[in-house]
């Protein structure tokens, strides 16, 4: 998979891609809307009732929700101090259903995006606004994917040398993949 995005000056960006490369991040988008869930009252609801919306006090217990959504003072879980353990779950009802509104909205905007091409190779382009929804729609992917994979700093240079027997391979070159669009958004986003 070589595309990658490009300066298209002003702070936007351009990304030619093949139909395969376009279906694959389309896919792992719709998957990312699937772990996400829905917004507020099903699939939006009231936008004044999505505005008083109360979240949940506890981390989520899905691995890489739990990456998605981290607690705010470290592992409350883990803390003996159950004012630290109360601190936090306060602070992620308050503030995970915006935090999950916003990533729903940047993979949607990823998926809306890849839609447009119609489904054959296409160039997907950005302006500035763009560029932030796919830049935080890549990094959610590749987080989930990092959890999924169990990928840790020490490890990431080796899974350019997994065999291609390795079950990993093809989640290990998406994650890989991911981390080279995510790096040329953020060069072609600062020309």
Same mark, same amino acid.
């Given at each position: 998979?070589?595309?990658?995005?490009?300066? @298209?000056?002003?702070?936007? @960006?351009v990304? @030619?891609?093949e +139909?395969?490369e376009?279906? %694959?991040?389309?896919s792992l988008? =719709?998957?990312?809307?699937?772990? %996400?869930? $829905?917004?507020?009252?099903?699939?939006? /609801?009231?936008?004044?009732?999505?505005?008083?919306?109360?979240?949940? *006090?506890?981390? $989520?217990?899905?691995?890489?929700?739990?990456?998605?959504?981290?607690?705010?003072?470290?592992?409350?879980?883990?803390?003996?101090?159950?004012?630290?353990r109360?601190?936090?779950?306060e602070?992620?009802?308050? *503030?995970?259903?915006?935090?999950? *509104?916003?990533?729903?909205?940047?993979?949607?905007?990823?998926?809306? &995006?890849?839609?447009?091409?119609?489904? +054959?190779d296409? *160039? =997907? +382009?950005?302006?500035?606004? /763009?560029?932030?929804?796919?830049?935080?729609?890549?990094?959610?992917?590749?987080? &989930?994917?990092? =959890?999924?994979?169990? =990928? &840790?700093?020490?490890? +990431?240079?080796?899974?350019?040398?997994?065999?291609?027997?390795?079950?990993?391979?093809?989640?290990?070159?998406?994650y890989?993949?991911?981390?080279?669009?995510?790096?040329?958004?953020?060069?072609?986003?600062?020309?």
């Open positions: 998979m070589a595309g990658l995005f490009e300066s @298209a000056g002003g702070g936007g @960006a990304l @030619a891609l +139909e395969l376009a279906s %694959i991040l389309r988008e =719709v998957q990312m809307l699937e772990l %996400i869930g $829905p917004g507020p009252g099903g699939d939006g /609801g009231d936008p004044l009732a999505a505005l008083f919306a109360e979240g949940p *006090t506890e981390a $989520p217990a899905d691995p890489a929700l739990a990456r998605l959504f981290p607690d705010a003072y470290g592992d409350p879980a883990g803390a003996a101090d159950p004012e630290a109360e601190a936090a779950g602070f992620r009802r308050f *503030t995970e259903p915006d935090l999950r *509104t916003r990533k729903r909205e940047d993979a949607l905007y990823a998926v809306r &995006t890849l839609d447009g091409l119609g489904g +054959e296409g *160039t =997907v +382009e950005l302006d500035p606004v /763009g560029c932030r929804h796919w830049l935080g729609a890549l990094n959610d992917l590749r987080l &989930t994917l990092g =959890v999924r994979l169990d =990928v &840790t700093d020490e490890d +990431e240079r080796g899974l350019y040398e997994l065999p291609d027997s390795d079950d990993r391979k093809p989640l290990v070159m998406a890989l993949w991911l981390g080279a669009l995510q790096e040329s958004l953020l060069e072609a986003m600062a020309d």
